[in-house]
């Protein structure tokens, strides 16, 4: 039986290389669609917008967009036709475009309420945006704000290959409920002790 949701996959900047929980996702989650922008080094706003556009627009089941770093910030900026397709967004590790030259493209952030649920995974550490500036952007989109302690830009690097955590918050996204929460860097385990809560 066909999943009444398709998942949209939506790396940032760069890409998700192998071994990144993206990508590991991609290959392991069952009709998961992976966005393919035409430049990952050089980003812009209007085609990469424009490519998660037409993916979200090609199918009229709805999707759950899980997004990283640039691909969160590409999210916030879709159009309303294909934003009325997203049931829900998993938004990990956003980006901030006003602090790197290369993604300044993507300013500035709209700062609009989202209109489906998403949830905001933030790190205390992250290099690429200060958890404070990742905190705005969930309370301007009415996301659910999840705060990693030490937990870097949530990828490969910061030590995120298959993210347990990040599957069970996929799977809250596809449920009714609604929570939010402080949990510790790379700790699975603690998502269960919170959702009893």
């Not at 998961?32 to 812009?44: F, I, M, N, S, T």
């Not at 998660?52 to 009229?60: G, Q, R, Y």
């Not at 967004?89 to 790197?100: H, I, T």
Request: charged fraction near 15%.
């Amino acid at each position: 039986m066909q999943s009444p949701f398709r998942i949209v996959i939506v790396p940032g900047w760069r890409n998700s290389g192998p071994g990144h929980w993206q990508s590991l996702w991609a290959e392991q989650l069952p009709g998961a669609v992976r966005v393919e922008q035409q430049d990952w080094l050089v980003p812009h706003c209007d085609a990469w917008v424009g490519e998660l556009e037409k993916v979200l627009l090609a199918d009229e089941r709805p999707a759950v967009i899980v997004a990283h770093s640039l691909g969160c910030i590409t999210t916030a900026h879709l159009g309303e036709a294909a934003a009325a397709r997203v049931h829900g967004a998993l938004l990990v590790a956003p980006a901030d475009p006003e602090r790197r030259a290369q993604l300044a493209d993507f300013a500035p952030v709209p700062y609009a309420p989202l209109p489906y649920r998403s949830v905001l995974v933030a790190s205390s550490n992250d290099p690429f945006c200060p958890i404070r500036r990742a905190g705005a952007y969930a309370r301007a989109w009415g996301s659910e704000l999840v705060r990693l302690q030490n937990a870097g830009h949530i990828n490969i690097e910061s030590g995120y290959g298959a993210w347990p955590l990040g599957l069970a918050l996929l799977q809250s996204l596809m449920h009714v409920g609604s929570w939010q929460g402080d949990f510790p860097h790379s700790s699975g385990e603690d998502l269960k002790p919170a959702l009893a809560a």
